[in-house]
């Protein structure tokens, strides 16, 4: 009688013992289904960099503007301004994008950089037909640096439009910093994307 009572006793002590467990197991699955909420792996995250607003410009030199025409008929003109190397060793080039169609249309940023394969920095560097010998196009990235007119871009530059007429400056840049001897007045801008190159020959934006 004394051994049932005890187990009795120790079965009416046993939910006492195991609540602080459950409650601690109860916070524990909280914490962890906050921490998926903030973190959502595989979810993309907006580049610190890219949360400062594009400035106002007014309109920038260019060199000969290229007139394109995407294969929805929506029509552009880029100009290409300048090219340089950023602080970190980066390559870049800027551009104008400028909305030609007469309508509020999607914003494109089909210019790439291209430079000398010896100056790229990486042997991951693609040619293109249609551009000068030697040269070939990195990884690169491209942001909104700038616009002109009244007409800012989006802030969190999901699905961009541009109405008739608005100017955005797009800078691409190397992911990677290129080559120490990398010479600038190398670095050159083309468009080949089949959505306005239909014969995937690329098209040079020459520099002013």
């Not at 410009?57 to 995407?70: D, F, N, Q, Y």
């Not at 980066?90 to 950089?113: K, M, R």
Request: charged residues 20%; hydrophobic residues 35%; aromatic residues 8%.
């Amino acid at each position: 009688m004394s051994g049932t009572h005890r187990a009795r006793s120790t079965q009416k002590k046993t939910p006492g013992k195991t609540l602080p467990a459950v409650i601690a197991a109860a916070v524990a699955v909280v914490a962890i289904g906050v921490a998926i909420f903030l973190i959502r792996p595989g979810e993309e995250t907006a580049d610190p960099a890219s949360q400062n607003a594009p400035a106002a410009a007014s309109t920038p030199e260019t060199g000969t503007r290229l007139e394109l025409t995407s294969t929805e008929d929506y029509s552009y003109s880029l100009g290409a301004i300048k090219a340089d190397l950023d602080s970190e060793g980066h390559a870049y080039i800027e551009y104008l994008v400028t909305n030609t169609s007469g309508q509020t249309v999607p914003f494109e940023a089909p210019g790439q950089l291209f430079l000398p394969q010896e100056e790229a920095g990486t042997k991951v560097c693609a040619d293109q037909e249609g551009t000068d010998a030697g040269l070939c196009s990195p990884p690169t990235k491209w942001e909104i640096a700038g616009f002109v007119g009244d007409t800012p871009p989006s802030p969190d530059g999901v699905d961009q439009y541009m109405p008739a007429g608005a100017s955005f400056i797009v800078r691409v840049t190397t992911k990677s910093p290129v080559a120490e001897s990398a010479d600038v007045a190398n670095f050159k801008l083309y468009v080949w994307d089949v959505r306005f190159t239909r014969n995937r020959i690329a098209q040079e934006i020459p520099l002013p």
